[in-house]
């Protein structure tokens, strides 16, 4: 499975950016995607999350203002972000895993796969 991210740049505080995310190879069966993100010397965290069974979560620190949503049929991940404040700059990153379970999977050692990240910057 290789997973190919684009969209990222560098953006003012209020703006909106959309991030993408490309699914190829053995792409069957995978049904977990997933943004993290990691803040120049931090973690790497989770920021939204698509299930099996089509449901979404998010942080608490994006809720609101980001969208996660797939169009199938270009077997594509989005992220959308709206409202974008300083604090969301960060290396950018969509993960996917299968599962038989529809829903939960959040911590980033349960995504076996990985891009290889995007920039996103947001200045004051």
């Known amino acids: 499975v290789q997973l190919v991210e684009s969209g990222g740049g560098s953006v003012r505080t209020g703006e909106s950016l959309r991030l993408s995310c490309e699914v190829s190879?053995?792409?069957?069966?995978?049904?977990?995607l997933a943004w993290f993100r990691r803040p120049q010397g931090q973690e790497r965290e989770g920021v939204a999350f698509?299930?099996?069974?089509?449901?979404?979560s998010y942080a608490d620190s994006v809720k609101g203002r980001f969208t996660i949503s797939k169009d199938k049929a270009k077997n594509t991940l989005y992220l959308q972000m709206n409202s974008l404040k300083p604090e969301d700059t960060a290396m950018y990153y969509c993960?996917?895993?299968?599962?038989?379970?529809?829903?939960?999977?959040?911590?980033?050692?349960?995504?076996?796969?990985w891009g290889q990240g995007t920039q996103v910057t947001v200045s004051s």
């Open positions: 190879g053995y792409s069957v069966g995978i049904n977990f």
């Open positions: 698509l299930d099996s069974d089509g449901s979404t």
């Open positions: 993960a996917a895993d299968r599962y038989t379970i529809r829903r939960g999977v959040r911590r980033r050692y349960e995504y076996r796969y």
